[in-house]
């Protein structure tokens, strides 16, 4: 079908408190061409009655990894890419079906697998890749054990795939350039420690201050921004003021720190759910001793990290950071969000905000003329009951990308 109106049914703008209720939408060749509240007349469309049901923008998580899926990150090396790529079109076909229609990959997703998607070879959400990650050597990006001495360790395996490893000036511009050549949409470096790297304290501060001003001018040359990796306070603030537009986690910020976020215009990316789900599987999340270690130190701090960037005006997106094996929980961290946010909040950060984020204000997170055809049709109140977005989709009606269905039980 390239026209069909949608009637009978209430939106939800993410803008507004409430649904809005008895508007019209018709959608022409992928496009949202019309919203209107007197019913749209048309020779061409299918109809669809939504028979009471909430039709609203399809969801946008800015914090995915298609290709780290392993319960233990660091057995990642043993795991071919063919075998990769598979699992990883798996994944991301459910993100679709749970109504993830776009999708940000923050290292391993890269152009290869952009491009299949586009060519319709596999059913994913629109896909923005970063590629690999910067990382330095120990850095967050780096998997390799300490008994390791070798830096091809992991060739032709997904450990390749996330990250490269880069030190000084020369090899910092070229990794960053390299990624640029093969289309990142964006570039993520490593800032501080993490969770799941297994020799890098949280609080460490990663990169000197004149290797991230020199990814940042790099990608910013070439129209491309720079998301940062970092955990603590220092390393938030490092990344500020290198020009960093987003900052992935950042668990640790403090209110000063927030102002300055605020100041600078740029986006916190929260993950909570990752560390919630891990705390809540302990040893059958896959995660070592150490790691869990570490997550319970950021998982106690997590929804104080939203109350300090709410109170200072930073805007506030929406991602999930799970591996296969913890997919199903991805529309979990709605919720979690919403304690701090509200629901109405909880949903702008995972569609207004987070199109923002991929600069594609008025093209994503919201269905008005010109948007892409990306919506679902859910059974019931996102605002009043946020479970309606469950694990399968039972109360997904309809899944759509770009005027395409991917789900429609409505006749």
Not at 75 to 87: D, E, F, W
Not at 206 to 235: C, K, N
Not at 382 to 405: C, H, Q, R, W
Request: charged share 20%.
């Amino acid at each position: 079908m390239t026209a069909i109106i949608f009637s009978g049914g209430k939106l939800l703008d993410p803008r507004q408190p409430e649904l809005v209720e008895g508007l019209d939408l018709l959608i022409e060749d992928g496009l949202v061409k019309e919203v209107s509240d007197t019913p749209i007349k048309s020779d061409s469309a299918a109809r669809i009655d939504v028979g009471g049901r909430t039709i609203c923008p399809g969801l946008i998580d800015t914090h995915v990894h298609m290709f780290m899926n392993e319960m233990n990150l660091g057995l990642a090396r043993t795991v071919p890419i063919t075998y990769a790529s598979a699992k990883a079109a798996f994944v991301l076909k459910g993100m679709l079906m749970r109504g993830f229609t776009s999708v940000r990959d923050m290292a391993g997703g890269d152009f290869g697998m952009r491009n299949a998607s586009e060519a319709g070879y596999i059913d994913t959400p629109r896909l923005f890749v970063s590629g690999r990650s910067i990382s330095q050597t120990g850095g967050h990006g780096d998997f390799r054990e300490a008994s390791v001495t070798t830096e091809d360790y992991a060739c032709c395996s997904t450990s390749e795939l996330f990250s490269i490893i880069a030190d000084g000036l020369p090899e910092v511009l070229k990794a960053v350039r390299d990624e640029l050549r093969k289309g990142a949409d964006q570039i993520k470096v490593m800032l501080s420690g993490g969770v799941a790297s297994p020799n890098d304290p949280l609080n460490s501060l990663q990169y000197r201050s004149d290797e991230i001003e020199a990814i940042v001018e790099e990608a910013q040359r070439w129209g491309v921004y720079v998301a940062g990796h970092a955990y603590s306070d220092d390393a938030i603030r490092r990344g500020l003021a290198a020009g960093l537009r987003t900052i992935e986690h950042g668990n640790f910020i403090k209110p000063d720190t927030a102002a300055y976020m605020a100041e600078r215009d740029a986006y916190l990316v929260p993950t909570l759910i990752t560390y919630e789900i891990t705390k809540r599987l302990g040893a059958a999340s896959g995660k070592s001793e150490v790691s869990r270690a570490k997550n319970d130190i950021v998982h106690a701090a997590g929804l104080e990290s939203l109350e300090i960037c709410k109170a200072a005006g930073v805007p506030i997106g929406y991602g999930t950071d799970l591996s296969m094996h913890t997919q199903q929980w991805q529309c979990d961290g709605l919720a979690l969000q919403a304690e701090v946010l509200s629901p109405q909040g909880a949903i702008a950060a995972a569609t207004i905000t987070n199109a923002r984020i991929l600069r594609q204000e008025g093209k994503l997170g919201e269905l008005i003329p010109g948007a892409h055809a990306d919506l679902l049709v859910v059974d019931g109140d996102p605002y009043k009951d946020l479970s309606v977005f469950a694990e399968g989709g039972p109360n997904l009606n309809v899944i759509m990308k770009g005027g395409t269905f991917y789900k429609n039980t409505l006749s």
